[in-house]
């Protein structure tokens, strides 16, 4: 359209992004209509080099934004607030960044048909999907060619972009950075189409089975739809233009798979279940007892069967199956459990005969004798797989020549904690509560028969305070309730002190405590591993806390990615006092799977990140921290996905 001149006023554009450069240009764009009356918008767009921070030019009244942008590079600098212009005295329209915590978008879709020029009403649907909201932009232009959109003050993470008009469509999966502009330049076109084939068994031709596609980037969920018994291709003919997840939803258990549609072009995803049968009687001393059985799929999954009047199970996956939990009914004791080496991916006969000895670990008080309530008991049983596997387990369960399960149990009122049946072996057991110092050794008695019981006591001795922690928040405030362990030794498998901050921020260190690392965690701020605390009782160790990273870090792992059943156990975070990986890692930054054969790890500090991943046969030097020289370095703000290919 063409702007009116005879209601024009002088607009003072100024940037405070930062000091003014010759190769700083801005746009200031117009949002009004051509004729009066009319529908149909336009954008009168004109571009300038700031000289000196500042520039003074000639717009029409009406609404204005002004964008900041560096010449020859993509992306934008900072954009300005809407200004309406009106007759007077100059306007000042300010360029700015968002605020640290904030995010901006800037949308330039192009048109590019000829089409649009005879279209009276430009009525395109621009929609902002994050964290399951639907965000409609704070102002839209648009002219025959261009449709312009801005967004301010958004919520960092990851973020889906669509819009649609006459049968012409964008859709861009945008990363919103704390304290960042983001730009979209792109052009409307048609969307692919997808072919789904499924190769599906018998036992599924018949069941009730679901379709559902995901964004990749956000987990929003594009299409979901049922399908007809038997149905064996199902081609879709327009799909967004994006990383898709495609999950076939069964009674079993759901099957994904991943394609990259971002190119446009056309689709193929085979989706081929592979279903595996595990089944089996579960025993007590020999004879057959009622039980809850757990199994646990690669992908992190869990599949539960309860014994019939036989005491027998039997469950059917879609995935590998990495460990299993047998709780017997009736009995007040833990779960047996254990984690296969080779995950079961074939039908098999997996029988449980398990001991039936009470063992039981009491935790007292030292001085007073009587059982503390709610203290955490770490147990440890290790044993060789030859002696101490199951009857009839299959031998997928041998592996190395020792091996060793691990547990956290809980006492009760009166302080005692039940544990599972043990194998032959050894048993290593710690135990801590709050306000008790915990045991520097861990108790270690030998299981000579599993049937004999094990019944264990453990003092602990009150904390009596003589140093200090404080840990302060980015801002300086103490952070209050904050959440903390000491440690010996950053792999160390169990905290020596662990406890919640006061809301002074402050806790008390217990007389005799030299050294070591300390782990603090706050859902306001990043969490931190920090070595060289003072060996000095007397001293106060301050803890800076870092500010914590809007969104998470997502790590796609090579040679495997979520089809290793270790993959979270085979990752680690360098810090400064060395690098986190086991409990430590799962304690401070919580990694977990995601759709796409994700791993993402939050509470992470905003800034480079240094990561390692490594194979089955690096795990004693992953876990012993040995291979921190060959960690890969992630520069801030980090990339949508970050590919780490394990050391082998």
Known sequence: ??????????????????????????????????????????????????????????????????????????????????????????????????????????????????????????????????????????????DADTVFAFWYDLKPGNADLEIEWRGRYLDRAVELRAGDTAAVDARLGPRPSLTIELALPSALRSKALRLEIRSEATGRLVLAEALRPGSSRRILSSVPASSLVVTLVTPYGPVSRSIDLTNGQDGYVLI???????????????????????????GGDPIVAETDEACRYEVVALEPLMAVTVELTGVEQAGWSDFFPAPLAETTELNFDLPGADNQVRVLDQSTREGIGGAQVVYRNRFSPAQGESGDAPEALSGPTQRAIAQIVVTGEDGVAHLPPLREGYLEVRASAEGYQSLREAVRVPVLDPSDAIALEISLVKAEGSGRLKVLLPSGEPAAGAEFQLLEALQSAHPTIAGRLDAGGAASLPRGWRGGVVLVRHTAAGSVAQ??????????????????????????????????????????????????????????????????????????????????????????????????????????????????????
């Open 272 to 298: 081929e279940p592979a279903l595996t049968t595990i089944f089996g009687v579960v025993q007590r001393d020999g004879e057959p007892h009622p039980a809850t059985v757990r199994f646990t799929t690669i």
């Open 531 to 648: 070595s060289r605390v003072p060996s000095e009782d007397s001293e106060e160790v301050v803890v800076q806390l870092p500010p914590r990273s809007p969104y998470p870090l997502r790590i796609r792992v090579a040679a495997g990615g979520a089809g290793d059943p270790l993959a979270l156990e085979r990752l680690a975070v360098a810090t400064d006092a060395g690098y986190v990986a086991g409990g430590p890692l799962r304690w401070l930054f919580g990694p977990r799977n995601e759709v796409g054969g994700l791993i993402s790890l939050s509470n992470l500090p905003a800034g480079p990140v240094r990561l390692v991943a490594w194979g089955a046969a690096r795990q004693a030097e992953g876990l012993a921290g040995a291979l921190g020289d060959l960690a890969i370095d992630v520069p801030w703000p980090w990339p949508q996905a970050v590919e780490a290919t394990p050391i082998e």
């Open 1 to 142: 359209g063409t702007a009116p001149t005879t209601r024009a006023v002088e607009v003072r554009v100024r940037a405070s992004t930062g000091p003014a450069s010759r190769t700083q240009f801005v746009s200031v764009l117009a949002l009004g209509k051509s004729v009066e009356g009319s529908s149909t918008r336009f954008t009168l767009l004109r571009t300038l080099r700031l000289e000196h921070g500042f520039r003074t030019i000639q717009m029409p009244t009406g609404k204005t934004v002004a964008v900041l942008w560096q010449q020859g590079e993509q992306g934008v600098l900072g954009v300005s607030r809407p200004l309406t212009l009106a007759p007077g005295a100059p306007s000042a329209l300010e360029v700015e960044p968002p605020a640290q915590d904030r995010s901006f978008l800037v949308l330039r879709a192009r048109r590019g048909e000829e089409i649009a020029r005879s279209v009276e009403e430009l009525d395109e649907r621009i929609t902002l999907y994050r964290d399951d909201e639907a965000l409609v932009p704070a102002e839209v232009a648009s």
